[in-house]
């Protein structure tokens, strides 16, 4: 339905435009990995946006327990080109243990919170809604006025 692609399409653009406005781009690949769909069900439509699995700790953070893969971390000092006295690899250990054992906590100094609940609000999905909706009641409208049309000849 194109009133949902133009939904979809819409969120995803205010999704990008959140995760650049709060600093949160390290290799863009968070950005490049959403991608908003819609499928028919028996039951209507499902939409669907879907991004990196890490965009639940860009969102609410990580619990403490095993520590994120070290080359990840080397990868975000490379493109956060992050300056230290460390050498990148122990500065990398010293992150993924502080990860591991402490967690993440969103908000925080670096991540204000919000990616994900401060685009897709109730007004943002209630709008979908009532456009699906308007759609849904003008395809039937038509169809009862073209059976009214045919059946009375």
């Given at each position: 339905m194109r009133e949902v692609q133009e939904w979809l399409n819409e969120t995803t653009?205010?999704?990008i435009e959140n995760y650049n406005r709060l600093g949160l781009r390290a290799s863009g690949e968070w950005e490049q990995s959403l991608k908003?769909?819609?499928?028919e069900t028996e039951t209507g439509i499902k939409v669907i946006i879907s991004g990196a699995?890490?965009?639940e700790q860009l969102s609410i953070g990580r619990k403490p327990g095993k520590m994120p893969p070290r080359q990840v971390i080397l990868d975000w000092?490379?493109?956060k080109n992050i300056q230290s006295e460390l050498k990148p690899q122990t500065l990398a250990y010293l992150i993924q243990r502080k990860i591991g054992t402490e967690?993440?906590?969103v908000p925080?100094?670096?991540n204000a919170g919000g990616l994900v609940t401060d685009v897709l609000t109730n007004e943002r999905i209630n709008?979908?809604?009532k456009n699906v909706g308007n759609v849904i009641l003008a395809k039937q409208k038509s169809d009862i006025l073209t059976s009214l049309k045919n059946g009375s000849k």
């Open positions: 653009t205010a999704l908003g769909t819609q499928e699995k890490y965009t000092i490379r493109e967690g993440i906590k925080n100094k670096y709008d979908l809604i």
